[in-house]
């Protein structure tokens, strides 16, 4: 071979790689553009499952589980998602808007709204989505009660003598019942579950 055709073979390949490696910032680039970050920040006690589901065809989906006290985040393509979120004992679905750079998610403690930075630009505050109350419940049977509520939501909650407990649980109308009572007798009423409602359970 001729040093002069080596030499041109040579230089051709330098050429070459020297534009794949000037394209490939690029390349990251654009794909870092096409990504955002959804973050959860809980601030409860409980821990959060979310579950994404892109709405393009494409059969993507997200799962994240974030415990109480603890933030997390996942970087999906931009695009448009359903939602599947679990907390409080509550089950929401919706659809989500992940096409700007950076969205969050602020978990208040069950049955809150707001918070500080609950208002900051791209956060939703999740205590809206679940249309939670809390309801002081007063135990006043004179025995354990175990009360159950149904409504919007079934919940069953176990109430010590004489205490008070607060519940959060979905806004509405429900029924109680227990068998706290004249040794074991079913009684039942009525119940409309809204902020600051307080409900005390005699024996009748």
Not at 141 to 160: E, H
Not at 163 to 176: K, N
Request: glycine share 10%.
């Amino acid at each position: 071979m001729k040093p002069a055709s080596h030499a041109r073979k040579l230089l051709l390949a330098l050429m070459a790689v020297m534009l794949l490696a000037a394209a490939l910032p690029s390349a990251v680039l654009a794909a870092q553009e096409s990504l955002m970050r959804f973050v959860v920040d809980n601030k409860s006690d409980r821990a959060v499952t979310v579950s994404l589901f892109s709405t393009d065809g494409s059969g993507r989906a997200y799962y994240m589980q974030v415990l109480g006290n603890e933030t997390k985040s996942i970087t999906p393509p931009r695009g448009t998602y359903n939602y599947q979120l679990t907390i409080c004992g509550v089950v929401v679905r919706g659809q989500l808007d992940l096409t700007r750079h950076l969205f969050t998610w602020q978990v208040p403690k069950c049955g809150d709204k707001g918070g500080p930075g609950s208002k900051a630009p791209n956060t939703q505050d999740v205590g809206k989505l679940l249309a939670l109350t809390r309801v002081e419940i007063a135990n006043k049977t004179g025995a354990r009660l175990v009360l159950t509520l149904r409504g919007p939501q079934t919940y069953v909650f176990t109430i010590p003598v004489g205490a008070t407990q607060s519940v959060s649980i979905l806004r509405g109308e429900y029924t109680w019942g227990h068998f706290a009572c004249n040794n074991g007798e079913y009684q039942r009423g009525n119940l409309t579950a809204a902020s600051g409602k307080q409900k005390e359970i005699f024996c009748k």
